[in-house]
């Protein structure tokens, strides 16, 4: 027995016989050869079966997956047709008497090389596919016959190197109990299709393909981000007792979803999701979220490779309002610059990218394509309950130049004689600190704020959480942050009316509920899947409590100790998290 | 053999989508279709030549036929680009 640590993917514990999909390694020699036309041959039979098995594996991924996903695998097919590429790999076996496989294999490597190394997600994703379809090409070539995902005859656990879409859509989802791979992060593709398939996994393992074999007996834990090999009987039955009480555990916070976020004291918050695109709302609605408290509208700009009209964020933006009849959608207008750009938008290198010309500040520099969005928001207005949030807001001055621009919009609707809600409410996202200091000049323009404590934490304690010299410094828990979430809360509360929302991580973070609650936060927005468990912990704490919890914390001296300062007050009000 | 020489006016230049309605486009010809950006001559039948060519918004490129039906295929994919791929 023993025990690998790899990054939590998808939570869940598996337990079942491993199955090691090996594939590459498959160690192709640089053999010379002597007769070309044979090789050809090879390399034209290996493309028609690819070419076969690309069909079966569309069909069922369009079937159980549906058209869009399916369509990645019609690209595949449209690589095996290249003229490119099939010449490319017919001039090396010609011209340098390479064999078919190493020639697939150094000419695949080729356009990975330029695909991968472009500055563009999209170009990326396509690297990938180059690389699993000249995989196929290869193993048709040299004979390899992969395990039949699709055929298996018991339950088990999938150890691979990696995943490509192409085997997770092939794989017998009933059979499939778990994963756990070599390489990958929490946001890979493996990732991404367990946790939709809601399948336990653990990625970047480093070996665990040469530490596993197939048939050994292996415990897939998500929750902690371990694998156990070969375990005895005592490790067995506790890993079947901690799969019930996960399982018991999901029940009770799906037992939670339609009861509101109430305090045992009487205290009612809002609980909601943040959302990225219309299709994130079934999540929201599946874990019990009432409304949206962010829909980042950059995601509909950069999924397109033009410039969205007002028609079509009209229709994005109604579909998410009809979806949630009775709760508030808060729309943040577009946040780009800083390190996310759009193609068909220049915009010129900066010194300090973060400091310099994004969010708001560029929606005033392009007034033209800042009206579309507020046309298109405020036409969506009449379906549901809009809110339109500025980021990226410093001070009172934009917050009065962007409404501005927004009471033009309205004029030209009237003129035009297009409808919207009247009574539209209007807020900004407080992230920088200047503007949580002056909360209570901008209370006067606005129906509410909504604290962004990534942005806010960032620009306060001077880090950038993605550089690994200091990102230590990061801590929302810092007193400073407390204050400054305190400062606007009140600012709201002194303004009647105003209510004060927050969409950063720490909403979403379960040590961070009670002092949000008894700072006296209003609304709380998440990604989905946190919101029943932010929910558990307000029903199982008194408003009282909270405040005198979060009073205190904020005399702390660090971020540590207002942790320690909250676990122990859980501890003491046998509150589990 | 035909050439004629166009520039790429929309956004994207041949990225994604127009990348393949181009390469579609080419593949309805029986002729030999080249994409000539400066010195480099892209076959344009495929679509990982046509999408690592680097085309964007403003490049000039020649497009060159050579078979029974060039001239109509040079016509047609000029035509594409002028109309900036119907956006």
Redesign the interface.
């Known amino acids: 027995m023993f025990i690998k640590e790899g990054i939590i993917a998808s939570p869940g514990i598996a337990i079942a016989k491993a199955l090691v999909y090996e594939k590459v390694v498959v160690e192709v020699s640089q053999a010379k050869h002597e007769d070309s036309a044979v090789e050809i041959k090879k390399f034209h039979l290996a493309l028609k079966q690819s070419q076969e098995q690309l069909e079966k594996i569309q069909i069922k991924a369009v079937s159980e997956l549906g058209e869009e996903d399916g369509a990645i695998f019609a690209a595949h097919a ?2 095996l047709e ?4 099939v ?1 490319s790999v017919e001039a090396e076996i010609n011209d340098h008497k390479f064999c078919a496989a190493y020639a697939v294999k150094i000419v695949t490597h080729r ?1 990975f090389l ?2 991968d190394e472009m500055d563009d997600p ?2 990326s994703a ?1 690297a990938a596919d ?1 690389k699993d379809v000249g995989t196929r090409v290869l193993h048709n070539i040299l004979g390899v016959v992969l395990a039949d995902l699709s055929k298996l005859s018991e339950n088990v656990i999938i150890i691979a190197d990696d995943l490509t879409p192409s085997d997770t859509a092939q794989m017998d989802k009933k059979k499939v109990k778990g994963f756990a791979t070599n390489i990958g992060s929490r946001t890979s593709h493996t990732a991404i299709m367990a946790r939709s398939l809601e399948i336990p996994a653990v990625l970047g393992l480093t070996d665990i393909t040469e530490t596993v074999s197939t048939g050994d007996m292996v415990i897939v834990d998500g929750l902690k981000g371990i694998v156990t090999i070969n375990p005895d009987a005592s490790q067995i039955k506790s890993a079947e007792e901690e799969l019930l009480a996960y399982q018991a555990h999901l029940k009770e916070l799906e037992g939670l979803k339609d009861l509101d976020a109430i305090t045992l004291d009487g205290h009612k918050v809002e609980l909601v999701g943040n959302i990225g695109e219309p299709g994130d709302v079934i999540g929201v609605l599946k874990n019990g979220g009432v409304g949206v408290g962010l829909y980042r509208t950059e995601f509909l700009y950069m999924n397109s ?3 969205p009209g007002e028609d079509k964020q009209l229709a994005a933006y109604r579909s998410v309002l009809e979806a949630f009849p009775d709760g508030p959608v808060i729309i943040r207008t577009l946040d780009i610059g800083g390190d996310k750009k759009l ?2 938008l220049p915009m010129d290198d900066e010194l300090n990218p973060f400091l310099g010309l994004r969010a708001i500040r560029l929606c005033f520099k392009e007034v033209a394509l800042f009206k579309i969005q507020l046309r298109a928001i405020l036409r969506a207005s009449v379906y549901g309950h809009a809110h339109i949030m500025f980021p990226m807001v410093s001070s009172v001055t934009e917050v009065r130049q962007a409404k501005v621009i927004l009471k033009e919009c309205m004029k030209e609707l009237e003129e035009s004689g297009i409808p919207y809600d009247k009574d539209v409410k209007v807020g900004v996202m407080i992230e920088i600190p200047s503007a949580a200091i002056t909360a209570d000049i901008i209370a006067k323009e606005v129906d509410f704020f909504s604290i962004g404590t990534n942005d806010l934490c960032q620009y306060t304690m001077a880090v950038d959480r993605m550089n690994q010299e200091v990102s230590y410094l990061y801590d929302p828990f810092n007193p400073a942050i407390l204050r400054l979430v305190k400062q606007v809360i009140q600012a709201s509360n002194n303004a009647p009316g105003l209510f004060t929302g927050m969409c950063g991580e720490m909403s979403g973070d379960p040590i961070a509920a009670i002092i949000l609650l008894g700072l006296g936060l209003d609304e709380f927005s998440m990604s989905a899947i946190a919101i029943p468990q932010i929910k558990k912990i307000i029903r199982s704490v008194r408003y009282e409590d909270a405040r005198v919890i979060a009073n205190e914390a904020l005399n702390l001296e660090t971020g540590e100790a207002v942790v320690d300062h909250v676990l122990e007050s859980m501890k003491k009000l046998k509150i589990n998290i | 053999m035909v050439i004629k020489e166009v520039t790429v006016l929309n956004a994207t230049g041949l990225h994604a989508r127009p990348a393949s309605m181009f390469v579609q486009t080419a593949g309805k010809f029986k002729s030999k279709i080249f994409v000539i950006k400066e010195e480099n001559s892209i076959n344009a039948k495929s679509i990982m030549g046509i999408m690592a060519g680097g085309i964007s918004q403003g490049t000039t490129v020649q497009i060159k036929a050579e078979g029974e039906d060039e001239a109509a295929a040079v016509d047609a994919l000029v035509e594409l680009i002028n109309n900036k791929f119907g956006e």
Do not use: A, G, K, N
């Open positions: 449209m690589i290249d003229p490119e590429f010449e356009f330029i695909f999209y170009f396509r180059i490779e033009t410039m193609p068909y």
